[in-house]
């Protein structure tokens, strides 16, 4: 259908070809995962391609991510009845097997043609050959190879064990898989071998989930502190957050400050920060305290409204300004967001460590 190595997107033509074949399921699993990769780069996405094909967003990610697999096996090498078996079936097999280094999923996809393992035992199968690879020296009497990472598993958990039932069944798994006779003896010897191994459990991970916008700052690269140039607002670049953790990369200006996640900052399309004394700010009243703010600005926004604070430039020099009527200098952005400190009532307070309540 597609050739894999093609890196050219496909012709108008060539897309509607893939689009019939793919409704019509033919060809094998590999050409279907190729054709929804060619269809992709003509820039149809999951949910094009399955209104057009009936392939579900779902079902495509996972023969792609399978074919991607397959070829790297292949590549590696494997037996030829290994490699026209998962040529007709199996991408849900070889999906289970993607964490896998390429030289694992060639052996990986011999060792399950040959003991018949399906989709889910291969997923139970895959963690304990990662972990085993990882090793910079092989357990005595073990080798290379799944079937003994495999059986040197089930060893482990045996030895864990008291309980014999439990004991018994994990010895015939690791029996089962174990490839070299040194790994057959070592679990063979758990036959008349009773003593319990416990392992230490390993310590819960910190794990932790953002549940809301506002636990989730956003970073917003900072102009400077007045007075400033409309040449220094031009030299900070647009800024652009990478999901998931909303992580930013910069090359222009290199003092951030990251703000609290409030729908306003989120909604700003391009924000940044200016530093400035709040007596410097339009309209602020002048029996109040001055302290330093930072004023956000979206540079997106230059539509004048008389409800609104802007920036604007008097000559060269940037200002923060109200008016009434349209400005005749040129918006540069508009304030969303003016940000004070936080108050401390007693800054030595929080330092010293021997407070306690009464």
């Known amino acids: 259908m597609v050739s894999p190595g093609s890196s050219s997107p496909p012709d108008a033509d060539a897309v509607q070809a893939i689009l019939l074949k793919l409704r ?8 279907w995962a ?3 990769q060619a269809l992709q780069k003509a820039g149809l996405n999951p949910q094009q391609i399955f209104e057009e094909t009936g392939f579900e967003p779902i079902q495509q990610n996972q023969i792609v991510v399978a074919e991607q697999v397959y070829q790297s096996a292949i590549k590696a090498g494997v037996a030829e009845p290994t490699k026209a078996h998962f040529t007709r079936q199996g991408s849900d097999t070889l999906y289970e097997m993607r964490l896998l280094s390429q030289t694992d999923r060639a052996s990986m996809a011999d060792f399950v043609l040959q003991h018949g393992l399906d989709s889910e035992q291969v997923r139970d199968l895959v963690k304990p050959i990662k972990e085993y690879s990882y090793r910079k ?16 598993h089930f060893w482990k958990l045996a030895r864990q064990k008291d309980d014999l039932q439990d004991r018994s ?6 029996l089962r898989f174990a490839e070299s006779a040194g790994a057959r003896q070592h679990i063979e010897k ?44 031009k030299a900070v670049p647009v800024v652009v957050a990478e999901e998931p953790f909303s992580m930013v990369s910069a090359t222009g200006a290199s003092a951030w400050i990251a703000v609290p996640g409030w729908q306003v900052i989120f909604r700003a399309e391009d924000p940044v920060g200016v530093l400035t004394q709040a007596r410097q700010l339009p309209n602020y009243p002048a029996d109040a305290a001055d302290e330093a703010v930072l004023v ?11 409800e609104g604070y802007f920036l604007t430039a008097e000559g060269d ?14 918006i540069l952005g508009k304030i969303i967001l003016i940000l004070r400190p936080k108050r401390v009532l007693d800054e030595n307070y929080n330092r010293e460590l021997w407070q306690l309540d009464e």
């Open 317 to 330: 020099s940037l200002t923060l300004v109200w008016s009434p009527s349209p400005l005749e200098t040129p």
């Open 137 to 152: 020296e092989k357990p005595t009497g073990f080798e290379d190879g799944p079937g003994d990472a495999i059986a040197y």
């Open 34 to 36: 190729q054709g929804c």
């Open 24 to 31: 019509r399921k033919e060809g094998t699993w590999v050409d």
């Open 190 to 233: 758990l036959l008349t071998d009773f003593t319990v191994v416990k392992s230490r459990p390993a310590p819960t991970l910190p794990l932790y989930r953002l549940e809301t916008e506002s636990e989730l700052p956003r970073m917003i690269p900072v102009v400077g502190q007045m007075p400033l140039t409309v040449d220094d607002l």
């Open 296 to 306: 956000v600005v979206d540079r997106s926004d230059r539509t004048w409204d008389d």
């Open 169 to 174: 069944r994990l010895i015939a798994q690791g």
